[in-house]
């Protein structure tokens, strides 16, 4: 099975970017869709954004015109760029398939790479 580990968060000040990346350790070719989950304490956790196989994006509102999700099948990895952050962004941010609405099986999770936005 892919595992999928993700890199790139840190601390950023408000208004600052980041670029988070999910690099697979096997091919992602035969699954229809990835996405940037992310979960903050107290919180459910939301699904940012997420690519299909054909490169058709969804954002949640809350990170519309900010964040710029993108996939390389060739090299198995999904990269979301974040602008113009601001401390609600602050989350643990996860990398995983889009689930069985979208026909895959969610792959386990990993560690996930944390994001705090703060001055």
């Known amino acids: 099975q892919v595992q999928l580990v993700e890199s790139g968060g840190g601390l950023v000040q408000p208004g600052g970017s980041l670029r988070l990346s999910c690099a697979a350790s096997?091919?992602?070719?035969?699954?229809?869709?990835l996405g940037w989950y992310r979960q903050s304490p107290g919180k459910e956790s939301e699904l940012v954004a997420g690519?299909?196989?054909?490169?058709?994006?969804t954002y949640a509102d809350s990170v519309k015109g900010r964040f710029t999700i993108s996939r390389d099948t060739a090299k198995g990895t999904v990269t979301l760029q974040m602008n113009s952050l601001k401390p609600e962004d602050s989350a643990v941010y996860y990398c995983?398939?889009?689930?069985?609405?979208?026909?895959?099986?969610?792959?386990?999770w990993g560690q996930g790479t944390q994001v705090t936005v703060s001055s």
């Open positions: 995983n398939t889009l689930g069985p609405r979208l026909g895959d099986s969610y792959v386990a």
């Open positions: 096997g091919s992602i070719l035969r699954i229809n869709a």
């Open positions: 690519i299909t196989r054909s490169g058709r994006s």
